[in-house]
């Protein structure tokens, strides 16, 4: 589930409710925003908590490549899927839209702000679960499992692997934003007025 500011970015700070309504800040000011609630999408609606077990996604994947009945596999074959979700966690971990956090702490006048990938942690059994939307974590393991059977269909479920990625990614960490270039230097960045700063991760700017 990510909060999302009427803008579209992504909002990961202190929230209250107002009247109903989810706002930004921990208390009620007046320059709280509304924000909008959005689940994180998933394969498995019957799955509460959003983030269903590898062993689900796993039947789900085998199901979709279709060469044979997903309920006759062995656990042999599960723990093949267990490997191949492990690099999916890799791949997701180096990816530059990497889920993260970003922290701002203030000491007397000076406010300093670092962002943190978030740390994610291997599978150690089938029946664990991830914060990974369960829509790449499927189309990574139709993609290793083609490249493993050296079947045709790699050239469907890799690009569409790569595709998910980063389209699920980049909503998580930006919301439904554009990719924009972006000046590094904040210095030289007319954009910077007023203490703004543009952001490193979409180019937008912040107060």
């Known amino acids: 589930m990510a909060y999302y500011l009427a803008n579209g970015t992504v909002y990961t700070g202190a929230t209250h409710t107002s009247s109903g309504v989810l706002m930004t800040g921990a208390s009620h000011t007046s320059g709280s925003e509304a924000l909008t609630v959005i689940l994180d999408s998933q ?10 077990p590898l062993r689900t996604l796993s039947m789900q994947a ?8 997903a309920n006759t596999v062995d656990g042999d074959v599960l723990l093949m899927f267990l490997e191949f979700a492990n690099i999916i966690i890799d791949d997701i971990r180096m990816h530059p ?5 970003t922290v701002s702490n203030t000491s007397g006048s000076t406010t300093t ?5 978030n740390p994610l942690s291997y599978y150690l059994s089938v029946d664990e679960s991830r914060d ?3 829509q790449i974590i499927v189309a990574g393991l139709l993609a290793q499992y083609s490249l493993q059977q050296s079947s045709d269909k790699v050239k469907i479920y890799m690009p569409n692997y790569q595709r998910t990625l980063n389209q699920q990614l980049w909503r998580s960490l930006n919301g439904n934003t554009p990719i924009r270039l972006r000046v590094m230097d904040d210095g030289s960045n007319p954009r910077n007025i007023n203490g703004a700063k543009t952001s490193v ?7």
């Open 113 to 117: 702000t670092s962002t943190n990938i």
């Open 201 to 207: 991760i979409n180019g937008t700017l912040t107060a």
């Open 97 to 101: 839209y990497a889920p993260r956090t």
């Open 132 to 134: 990974v939307d369960d």
């Open 43 to 52: 394969t498995n609606p019957q799955v509460t908590n959003g983030k269903s």
């Open 62 to 69: 085998l199901r979709r490549f279709g060469d044979f009945n």
